[in-house]
């Protein structure tokens, strides 16, 4: 089984900024892609951005330039920096990960999702 800690979230005023952590633990036994989407009230959940085991990153148009994705050395937590946000970046994020279990071989994993509200 894996376990995914998110952190971070909160209220910012517009062109603030704001960083959230996924620490992913358990029986992993590596890891292909971390990631962060987001759902919006009435949205569909959309993928904001990911990064592979070898460090390429892929982000949404609306959050290039802003956002920045990285993960720690040991490959195991995953990061979001997000900067000069507008209301409109306002929804639950969520962490994804996936990659190989020691005990159940692959699997993609969903974290509990954080609140992040934008003010303007």
């Known amino acids: 089984q894996v376990q995914l800690v998110e952190s971070g979230g909160g209220l910012v005023q517009a062109k603030g900024s704001l960083r959230l952590s996924c620490a992913a633990s358990?029986?992993?036994?590596?890891?292909?892609?971390m990631g962060w989407y987001r759902q919006a009230p009435g949205e569909q959940r959309e993928l904001v951005a990911v990064?592979?085991?070898?460090?390429?990153?892929k982000y949404s148009d609306s959050v290039k330039g802003r956002f920045t994705i990285s993960r720690d050395n040991a490959k195991t937590t995953v990061y979001l920096q997000m900067n000069s946000l507008k209301p409109e970046d306002t929804a639950v994020y969520y962490c994804?990960?996936?990659?190989?279990?020691?005990?159940?071989?692959?699997?993609?994993?969903w974290g509990q999702g954080t609140q992040v509200t934008v003010s303007s």
């Open positions: 990064i592979s085991s070898g460090g390429n990153t």
């Open positions: 358990g029986s992993i036994f590596s890891i292909n892609v």
């Open positions: 994804n990960v996936e990659g190989k279990s020691i005990m159940f071989g692959d699997f993609g994993s």
